[in-house]
């Protein structure tokens, strides 16, 4: 079945460090992916979108990393800090499913101070 | 980006009773919106596609009599749950459809006892 998955369990790291965050999807060929973060109670807010002919994409603290063959995508945080502290969110607009976002259920970040 | 507001925040209701919820565009004339449903640690379901001056395209499942989404204008979208049952406790969230991104809303926090 066509699904997206994400680390069910939470992901606590130390203030400073890296985290590293894992999406995979099966039977989907989708031409973008976007990572959101969520905080509790409250929508998603979009924080980065990377297309299937790119690689890596940036945006200040953050890396996103698009593997389409192994229908994968890696999203990175350096130098984190407590602030950071939320859910985040993989989609993907899949052809196969008319363009219409669906959402993995998200990895729980903590980071210690 | 489009900045969507959401009323109410949360809202408590009795069984067999109707709730509306409201999502406001404030700042993007948004032909098409999107109305969500979250329940606890699950990710985001889409349950209807809401279009400006047409009916709404409701996803496989989702009870087009019992949610019903009204969107009049550019600005505004409503979503009616009619005979709240427990089972229909869930985070509400819309989402306004921008250039290759969507907006979310706060969400509604529906509690039906």
């Known amino acids: 079945s066509q699904k997206i998955e994400q680390n069910s369990e939470a992901l606590n790291i130390q203030e400073g460090k890296t985290a590293t965050l894992t999406c995979n999807y099966t039977?989907?060929?989708?031409?973008?992916l976007q990572w959101y973060r969520q905080d509790p109670g409250r929508g998603p807010v979009f924080l980065l979108l990377?297309?299937?002919?790119?690689k890596e994409k940036r945006k200040e603290r953050l890396k996103v990393t698009f593997d389409t063959t192994l229908k994968q995508s890696l999203f990175h945080i350096t130098a984190s800090q407590p602030a950071d502290s939320a859910t985040y969110l993989c989609?993907?607009?899949?052809?196969?499913?008319?363009?219409?976002?669906?959402f993995g259920a998200g990895t729980r970040l903590f980071v210690k101070a | 980006g489009a900045v969507v507001s959401q009323h109410p925040s949360r809202v408590i209701c009795k069984s067999g009773t109707s709730v509306k919820i409201e999502c406001r565009s404030l700042?993007?004339?948004?032909?098409?919106m999107f109305w969500y449903r979250q329940f606890p640690k699950q990710s985001l379901m889409l349950m209807a596609t809401?279009?400006?001056?047409?009916?709404?395209?409701?996803e496989q499942g989702v009870e087009k009599d019992k949610f019903l989404i009204n969107h009049a204008s550019l600005t505004l979208s409503t979503l009616t749950v009619t005979s709240a049952h427990p089972e229909d406790s869930s985070f509400y969230i819309c989402?306004?459809?921008?250039?290759?991104?969507?907006?979310f809303g706060p969400g509604t926090r529906l509690t039906v006892l």
């Open positions: 989402s306004v459809l921008g250039v290759g991104e969507q907006f």
């Open positions: 039977n989907y060929s989708p031409a973008y």
């Open positions: 990377i297309r299937e002919n790119e």
């Open positions: 989609a993907l607009d899949p052809p196969q499913r008319g363009f219409k976002t669906i």
């Open positions: 700042d993007f004339q948004a032909t098409t």
């Open positions: 809401s279009n400006e001056g047409s009916k709404a395209t409701y």
